[in-house]
C-alpha cells in the first residue's frame, strides 16, 4: 500500500530522517494558518499518490501566508495523472544546493534488496537510468547485514553528511516492513544538511498489521488483543482506511476485509478460497460467458460477510447474473446457506434483480441446498455441479445480450 508524502515524512520524522517543518491542509484556509505559524516562506504540494507532481503543476512556493492560501486553492481539487489533490502539504521552504536520489527497494527479480543511489535527483531518475545509467548506482543489498551508509554514500558519491541518513532511510524499510522507500530529491541546503524534499514509502500490506491504528499495534495492545490479530471484515488499520479513500468497490471490498477484483465481463462471481475462486473463473469462461469481478469470502463465510460480498457484487451494474460456488469445508454449506438466506433478507429489492446461481458442494451440502429451497427467494436457483452452475449462470448473463 503507498503512502501520500506526508505520512512518509511523519514515519522519516519518526526515525530521525530530517524533513522540512510543515502540515496538512484540505482548504486553502488553512493553509494560510499553516503558513503563518510557520512563518517562513513555503512550498505548497499537492498530496496525490502518483509522481511527477512538480511538472504538472502541483508544487508552488508561496512567500507568506497570503500566497499560500492562493496557491492551494489553485492545487486543491486539481488533478493529476487521474488523482484529485483533496489535501495539500505546506512545507518550510528549503533551498536545494544539490538533489540526489535514494531509494531502497526489493529487487524480486534478484532475490534481494537493492539499494539505489545518485547524485543526480530532482527531476525522472527514470531518464537518468536510461540515458546515463553510469550515474545511478546500484547496491544490493544482504538483508541480514543491511546498509553501511557510509560506504553506500562513497560508492554513489555522495557528502558524507547522507551516510547516517542512509542508515536511518533503511531503518526506515526495515521497521516499517515497507517494500518501497524512495526519497527525490534528497536535498542537501547550502549549510551542508540533508533533507528529504519529497518520500514514497509502499508498505508491505501483509505487514499493515505492524502499524499504529484501531486495529493495529497500538490498539491491539491496549485492547489485550496479540498484535495483528483482527476480527474478519475489520479493516487492517488506520493507514489502510486513510489510503483506501474513495468510493469503488474495490475500495469498498477492501474496508470490510474482502477480496474483491474487478473484471470487464457479465457474471459476479463469488466464492471461498482462491483456487476454488479461479478455477470458477475458467468454468464460467468455458460455459461462453467472461467474469465481471470476483470476490473470495474465504474460510468463514457467515451471514454478515455473505452479505458485505453479495452487496458489493450487486452493485456492479456489470453484473448479469451472479455465481456463488462454495464447497463447505469448516464453513459448512448450511452455514453458507443461512448466510446467503439472511444477505437476500438484507439486500431487499436489490437481491432480487438479477438471478443468483447457487452450487453448494461438501460439507453438509444436503442441509444447506434444503435450506436454500425452503427460502423460496425468486432470485435463486441451485445446480448441484460446478459446471452446471456455471453453465447456468452464463446462460442467463447472455441472454437477451
Ligand atoms: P514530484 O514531482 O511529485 O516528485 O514532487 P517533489 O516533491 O519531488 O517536488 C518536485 C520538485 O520541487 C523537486 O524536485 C524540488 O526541486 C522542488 N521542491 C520540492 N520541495 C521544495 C522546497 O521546499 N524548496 C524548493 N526550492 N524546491 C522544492
Ligand atoms: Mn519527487
Known sequence: MDLYEYQAKQLFNRHGVPVPRGG????????????????????IKAQVKTGGRGKAGGVKPAAGPAAAEEAAGRILGMDIKGHTAHSVLVEEATVPFEE??????????????????????????EEVAATRPEALTKVPIDALGGVDGAALARTAGLPDAAAPVLD????????????LVEVNPLACTTDQRIVALDGKITLDGNGLFRHEGPHGGQAAREAGRPVGERE??????EWAERGDEGDGLEARARRRG??????????????????????????????GAQPANFLDIGGGASAKVMADGLEIILSD????????????????????ATGIVSALELLGERGRARPIVVRLDGNNAEVGRRILSDARHPALRQVSTMDGAAELAARLATAGA
Open 168 to 179: 536511518r532511510l533503511w531503518r526506515v524499510m526495515v521497521e516499517e516492513g515497507a517494500l
Open 317 to 336: 451494474p456489470d453484473v448479469r447474473s451472479v455465481l456463488v460456488n462454495v464447497f463447505g469445508g469448516i464453513t459448512t454449506c448450511d452455514a453458507v
Open 24 to 43: 496538512v491542509a484540505v482548504t486553502p484556509d488553512e493553509a494560510r494558518s499553516i503558513a503563518a505559524e510557520l512563518d517562513t516562506p513555503v512550498v
Open 100 to 125: 540526489y536520489y535514494a531509494a531502497f527497494l526489493v529487487d524480486r527479480a534478484n532475490g534481494c534488496f537493492l539499494a539505489m543511489v545518485s547524485t543526480e535527483g530532482g527531476m525522472d531518475i
Open 258 to 287: 474482502l477480496n474483491y477484483v474487478k473484471l470487464d465481463g457479465q457474471v459476479g462471481i463469488v466464492g471461498n478460497g482462491a483456487g476454488l475462486v479461479m478455477s470458477t473463473l475458467d468454468v464460467v469462461a468455458q460455459a
Open 232 to 237: 474478519a471484515g475489520c479493516p487492517v488499520g
